[in-house]
T-cell receptor, first 113, second 116 residues
Framework: GESVGLHLPTLSVQEGDNSIINCAYS??????FIWYKQESGKGPQFIID?????DKRQGQRVTVLLNKTVKHLSLQIAATQPGDSAVYFC????????????FGKGTKLTVNP | NAGVMQNPRHLVRRRGQEARLRCSPM?????VYWYRQLPEEGLKFMVY????????ESGMPKERFSAEFPKEGPSILRIQQVVRGDSAAYFC??????????????FGSGTQLSVL
């Protein structure tokens, strides 16, 4: 099966609240992780990435946390907006070869006004 | 600078027909990746190509599926004798360098293949 998975398939939040989307991975050898946002009918869009030698990285309104001990990744979105409604995927890079991305199943985030 | 262009956006085929999906990478990108996405699923890697070379096809079914990225023109994902299980969204991504380990991997909007 996939080495990357997600805890919750759907998440509903109120506009202005913070959102936390979780991801579990099983391949301890993975050393690079990316969060993607996919809106309906569109391809995945890069949000933020993190390398395994880091445990936190911040972007604009987004923060990614990496816990290598329990092989857990999370994406935090501050002050969630309606435009944040989408499916969010975590992906990991497998070492060697073509460095192809392995995607998790995704979490659908719905932001309620 | 146009993004990754995929066509057609939607493709309908009857069982047994052939499907040809095209991907034009971003200008200056010589690395192309194809992914398949089933409804409510994540994207699954199929194949990685550079110009005129298949680098990694470990995610590609052994039969009926083939991919190419010629010296000139778009990358083509070809599915022969399609079956209903081939119905999915097929995404292409391109990169100026090897690997997707940075934000330089850009995805197209996908081709939705429906097999009747």
């Amino acid at each position: 099966g996939e080495s990357v998975g997600l805890h919750l398939p759907t998440l509903s939040v109120q506009e202005g609240d913070n959102s936390i989307i979780n991801c579990a991975y099983s391949n301890s050898a993975s050393d690079y992780f990316i969060w993607y946002k996919q809106e309906s009918g569109k391809g995945p869009q890069f949000i933020i990435d993190i390398r395994s030698n880091m445990d936190k990285r911040q972007g604009q309104r987004v923060t990614v946390l990496l816990n290598k001990t329990v092989k857990h990744l999370s994406l935090q979105i501050a002050a969630t907006q309606p435009g944040d409604s989408a499916v969010y995927f975590c992906a990991e890079i497998l070492l060697g070869g073509s460095e192809k991305l392995v995607f998790g199943k995704g979490t659908k985030l719905t932001v309620n006004p | 600078n146009a993004g990754v262009m995929q066509n057609p956006r939607h493709l309908v085929r009857r069982r047994g027909q052939e499907a040809r999906l095209r991907c034009s990478p971003m200008k200056g990108h010589s690395h192309v990746y194809w992914y398949r996405q089933l409804p409510e699923e994540g994207l699954k890697f199929m194949v990685y190509l550079q110009k005129e070379n298949i680098i990694d096809e470990s995610g590609m079914p052994k039969e009926r599926f083939s991919a190419e990225f010629p010296k000139e023109g778009p990358s083509i994902l070809r599915i022969q004798q399609v079956v209903r299980g081939d119905s999915a969204a097929y995404f292409c991504a391109s990169s100026p360098t090897a690997g997707g380990s940075n934000e330089k991997l850009f995805f197209g909007s996908g081709t939705q293949l429906s097999v009747l």
